[in-house]
């Protein structure tokens, strides 16, 4: 599914009650969301949704566009203040420098044979 979530979650007003739909269970457990919420929310025929199950039975339906932003930053909390890419970049550059030694010292070894 493409990003689509324009009028997501995050666009609500404080102290504004969220707009609320009927939908009814169809065959095979199908929803029909009303036409005004696929439109705010410019979902597509295919698209895929995330429902979540909270515990108290309340049942959420959020695009992929509002499951990634809520799950930004999510492990954050991890890296203690180290930048992980940084160290990623550092890390490939040290795996880069051991390739190139190996590459020249295989030549030499290739030279010395050669020349013999």
């Known amino acids: 599914m493409a990003n689509h979530a324009r009028g997501s979650e995050r666009g609500m007003k404080a102290g504004v009650a969220p707009a609320a739909y009927t939908v009814?269970?169809?065959?095979r457990g199908r929803l029909v969301l009303p036409a005004e919420v696929r439109r705010r929310?410019?979902?597509?025929?295919?698209?895929?949704?995330?429902?979540?199950?909270?515990?108290?039975?309340?049942?959420?339906?959020?695009t992929r566009a509002v499951v990634a932003r809520n799950?930004?930053?999510?492990?954050k909390h991890l890296a203690n203040g180290r930048s992980v890419v940084d160290?990623?970049?550092?890390?490939?550059?040290?795996e880069a420098k051991m390739e190139e030694r190996e590459i020249r010292?295989?030549?030499?070894?290739?030279?010395?044979?050669?020349?013999?």
């Open 87 to 94: 160290e990623l970049i550092a890390q490939r550059r040290r």
């Open 71 to 75: 799950l930004r930053g999510m492990y």
């Open 41 to 62: 929310l410019n979902i597509r025929q295919g698209d895929q949704l995330a429902l979540l199950l909270q515990d108290d039975g309340t049942v959420k339906l959020q």
């Open 105 to 116: 010292e295989s030549l030499v070894r290739a030279r010395r044979s050669a020349a013999r």
């Open 24 to 27: 009814s269970v169809a065959e």
